[in-house]
């Protein structure tokens, strides 16, 4: 299924915006750019391909739309690509560049429906037969500090973290906002307006558990409290951005992922949201991460018996359609097996990513482990994470090139803790303080060094 393109000026977002989801709301998938405030070559790239892809071309026009160098820009690629075009009248006259083409009259702006011809004629193009009650979710990449959503929510885990910190120095700095202000105990909710310091207008703060105790439930438990927060305290939210949680601080990025949209689930079972709400985003600033995890979901996530009736690809990659429960929905959240995982201690000095995604947990996920590792700078908290996950790890895998003492103090623990422990490094250097290592000299090598490692645990029943 493709999707419906919207071509506006960034004068009329707010009526782009809700025309998307009328749109959505018909069973159309559609796209937007929502970032035209900071234009780039690749941003006019991601433009072309999505213009490329779609269906139906729509056009808002406006006099500020006509002004507009870059709708003038996308209509004409459109027109080259052959596209259709459904133009609608905002404001001011029907352009007479698309004299020829019967335009809708949305003229009452926010109040304004649009006809059944119209919607349908969209629906044909797109291939639909109907709508999906439920709620929109996309993965973008992007900078949550910048987004422009309704409201962002952040995690507060005793302490700001990661993106929460990046938020929290905005609002602090820029605002007066103090940190006892954002600070919420678990399962309470700070919301505070930003004045202009972020993307969004306002931040939810989400009080969570501590990292040292931020697990896969504590994920879902996140995704559920930040609806049910929105719903509390902002229930005229119509669009929420947040980024996801768990991956950087030791949890698989897959399944911190699953997790994450359960809790969404959860709070949509029993109505916990509020009733404008339309799409969530997924807000990830490391590219690779966003491409890995989509190509999971389209893979793998969405075929899985418990969310295949309820989340579905809507439109183009990294976008889905969260659906409504139909009829009665269960008193309590369904419980989760938790898989079991594998722990992986890497320096920080030295950038190993090839080597962990490809070499090492592509084997550990071949063979049904999670496959986690903390990512940002430990901190006390932290390592008192790294080791509540090693504590429960069917294995640790460690790899000693450049160690530091972080390094050595996370093996030393697995190693007093009974776990078994796979010692790697990159080359055929003397072994560090002691310890035998298996060298590898490539990526390929690494991979078939932990398959054949894994293998042997498994023959002889420590898995």
């Given at each position: 299924?493709?999707?419906?393109?919207?071509?506006?000026?960034?004068?009329?977002?707010?009526?782009?915006?809700?025309?998307?989801?009328?749109?959505?709301?018909?069973?159309?998938?559609?796209?937007?750019?929502?970032?035209?405030?900071?234009?780039?070559?690749?941003?006019?790239?991601?433009?072309?391909?999505?213009?490329?892809?779609?269906?139906?071309?729509?056009?808002?026009?406006?006099?500020?739309?006509?002004?507009?160098?870059?709708?003038?820009?996308?209509?004409?690629?459109?027109?080259?690509?052959?596209?259709?075009?459904?133009?609608?009248?905002?404001?001011?006259?029907?352009?007479?560049?698309?004299?020829?083409?019967?335009?809708?009259?949305?003229?009452?702006?926010?109040?304004?429906?649009?006809?059944?011809?119209?919607?349908?004629?969209?629906?044909?193009?797109?291939?639909?037969?109907?709508?999906?009650?439920?709620?929109?979710?996309?993965?973008?990449?992007?900078?949550?500090?910048?987004?422009p959503a309704d409201v962002i929510a952040l995690k507060f885990s005793a302490s700001h973290n990661g993106a929460a910190m990046a938020v929290a120095h905005r609002l602090t700095t820029q605002t007066g906002i103090t940190l006892d202000q954002i600070s919420p105990a678990r399962g309470e909710f700070a919301l505070v307006p930003s004045l202009g310091s972020l993307g969004a207008p306002a931040a939810l703060y989400v009080g969570s558990a501590r990292l040292r105790d931020f697990g896969y439930e504590a994920v879902r438990e996140l995704g559920y409290n930040t609806l049910r927060g929105l719903a509390m305290h902002a229930p005229e939210t119509r669009q929420l951005a947040m980024t996801l949680n768990g991956p950087g601080t030791s949890l698989d990025e897959n399944e911190a992922t699953l997790y994450q949209v359960r809790g969404y689930l959860d709070a949509l079972d029993v109505g916990h949201f509020p009733p404008t709400l339309e799409r969530i985003t997924l807000?990830?600033?490391?590219?690779?991460?966003?491409?890995?995890?989509?190509?999971?979901?389209?893979?793998?996530?969405?075929?899985?018996?418990?969310?295949?009736?309820?989340?579905?690809?809507?439109?183009?990659?990294?976008?889905?359609?969260?659906?409504?429960?139909?009829?009665?929905?269960?008193?309590?959240?369904?419980?989760?097996?938790?898989?079991?995982?594998?722990?992986?201690?890497?320096?920080?000095?030295?950038?190993?990513?090839?080597?962990?995604?490809?070499?090492?947990?592509?084997?550990?996920?071949?063979?049904?482990?999670?496959?986690?590792?903390?990512?940002?700078?430990?901190?006390?908290?932290?390592?008192?994470?790294?080791?509540?996950?090693?504590?429960?790890?069917?294995?640790?895998?460690?790899?000693?090139?450049?160690?530091?003492?972080?390094?050595?103090?996370?093996?030393?623990?697995?190693?007093?803790?009974?776990?078994?422990?796979?010692?790697?490094?990159?080359?055929?250097?003397?072994?560090?303080?002691?310890?035998?290592?298996?060298?590898?000299?490539?990526?390929?090598?690494?991979?078939?060094?932990?398959?054949?490692?894994?293998?042997?645990?498994?023959?002889?029943?420590?898995?």
């Amino acid at each position: 299924m493709s999707h419906v393109f919207i071509s506006y000026s960034k004068q009329n977002i707010d009526f782009a915006r809700y025309l998307r989801a009328v749109l959505e709301a018909e069973g159309c998938p559609v796209w937007m750019d929502e970032v035209r405030l900071q234009p780039s070559a690749r941003w006019w790239k991601e433009i072309e391909e999505s213009i490329s892809a779609c269906t139906a071309f729509v056009v808002i026009m406006s006099p500020e739309a006509a002004e507009s160098d870059w709708v003038e820009r996308e209509i004409l690629l459109a027109e080259k690509l052959k596209r259709p075009l459904f133009p609608v009248l905002l404001a001011g006259e029907a352009w007479s560049r698309l004299a020829n083409i019967q335009f809708e009259d949305m003229r009452e702006g926010l109040h304004a429906k649009p006809s059944a011809h119209f919607v349908e004629g969209l629906q044909r193009k797109a291939g639909l037969g109907g709508a999906a009650a439920g709620i929109t979710l996309e993965l973008r990449h992007g900078d949550i500090t910048e987004y422009p959503a309704d409201v962002i929510a952040l995690k507060f885990s005793a302490s700001h973290n990661g993106a929460a910190m990046a938020v929290a120095h905005r609002l602090t700095t820029q605002t007066g906002i103090t940190l006892d202000q954002i600070s919420p105990a678990r399962g309470e909710f700070a919301l505070v307006p930003s004045l202009g310091s972020l993307g969004a207008p306002a931040a939810l703060y989400v009080g969570s558990a501590r990292l040292r105790d931020f697990g896969y439930e504590a994920v879902r438990e996140l995704g559920y409290n930040t609806l049910r927060g929105l719903a509390m305290h902002a229930p005229e939210t119509r669009q929420l951005a947040m980024t996801l949680n768990g991956p950087g601080t030791s949890l698989d990025e897959n399944e911190a992922t699953l997790y994450q949209v359960r809790g969404y689930l959860d709070a949509l079972d029993v109505g916990h949201f509020p009733p404008t709400l339309e799409r969530i985003t997924l807000v990830e600033r490391d590219e690779g991460r966003l491409n890995r995890i989509r190509a999971y979901i389209s893979e793998q996530a969405l075929q899985q018996a418990e969310f295949s009736p309820r989340w579905k690809a809507f439109g183009e990659p990294g976008h889905y359609r969260l659906l409504l429960p139909q009829g009665s929905a269960p008193a309590d959240p369904t419980p989760v097996q938790v898989k079991p995982h594998a722990f992986v201690v890497l320096p920080q000095s030295v950038n190993l990513e090839d080597q962990f995604f490809y070499g090492i947990q592509s084997p550990i996920h071949a063979r049904g482990l999670l496959c986690e590792r903390i990512e940002d700078t430990l901190t006390d908290e932290l390592i008192e994470q790294a080791k509540t996950r090693i504590s429960s790890a069917r294995l640790v895998v460690a790899d000693l090139t450049k160690a530091d003492p972080l390094v050595y103090l996370q093996v030393g623990y697995a190693m007093g803790s009974g776990r078994p422990v796979i010692l790697i490094q990159q080359d055929d250097l003397t072994a560090r303080m002691g310890i035998a290592t298996q060298s590898y000299a490539s990526i390929k090598g690494l991979e078939k060094l932990i398959s054949r490692e894994l293998d042997s645990l498994m023959e002889k029943g420590l898995l």
